[in-house]
């Protein structure tokens, strides 16, 4: 199942953090399997998700992998 995301997003940390959350699940992947295909640590995704920072090039790139865009000012 694919699930196609085109998201722009700016907005506080913990609001972009659910909206990660709800795109994982909606595309049945655990935090191990999102940070494998982002390139990060699993860490990074459940920080992300509950709203504590996060490095900069891990945040975005957990987001290329959902298409979740523009994250300026989450941080």
Do not use: C, W
Request: proline share 1%; hydrophobic share 45%.
């Amino acid at each position: 199942m694919s699930s196609v995301a085109s998201y722009t997003f700016t907005a506080k940390v913990s609001d972009l953090g659910l909206l990660v959350r709800l795109e994982r699940i909606t595309r049945r992947l655990r935090q191990a399997e999102l940070a494998v295909l982002g390139g990060v640590r699993s860490q990074d995704v459940s920080n992300l998700e509950r709203g504590v920072y996060v490095h900069p090039l891990a945040r975005r790139r957990i987001l290329a992998v959902l298409g979740i865009q523009g994250d300026r000012g989450a941080g």
